[in-house]
């Protein structure tokens, strides 16, 4: 059974930060790509950054310069450190997991508050 178990959300001031975590069981971690996408009320679910078994990153423009996505293959973890954060960024989180056809699995999320 595939889980990703997503922490780390809350609230937080405008230019302040959070790092969010995502623990998977269930599958070969080290091989799966990952991502990250949010979903504010009202808008689509959105890609906010990825990361490949090898490790590359790629971020939408929005959390370019700003967020960085990383893996620890010994824990089954990825984390989205999240810095600088504006009221735009305000989104319940979403983990995501994908290896060819197997997949997407997907979080439960973590809410993210942007406000002063």
């Known amino acids: 059974q595939v889980q990703l178990v997503e922490s780390g959300g809350g609230l937080v001031q405008p230019g302040g930060s959070l790092r969010l975590s995502c623990a998977a069981s269930g599958i070969t971690f080290r091989l799966y790509a990952m991502a990250w996408y949010r979903q504010a009320p009202g808008k689509q679910r959105e890609l906010v950054a990825s990361?490949?078994?090898?490790?590359?990153?790629n971020y939408a423009d929005s959390a370019k310069g700003r967020f960085t996505m990383s893996r620890d293959n010994a824990k089954n973890t990825v984390f989205l450190q999240m810095n600088s954060l504006k009221p735009g960024d305000a989104a319940v989180y979403y983990c995501n997991a994908r290896l060819g056809v197997a997949g997407p699995y997907w979080g439960q999320g973590t809410q993210v508050a942007v406000s002063s």
């Open positions: 990361i490949t078994a090898g490790g590359d990153t």
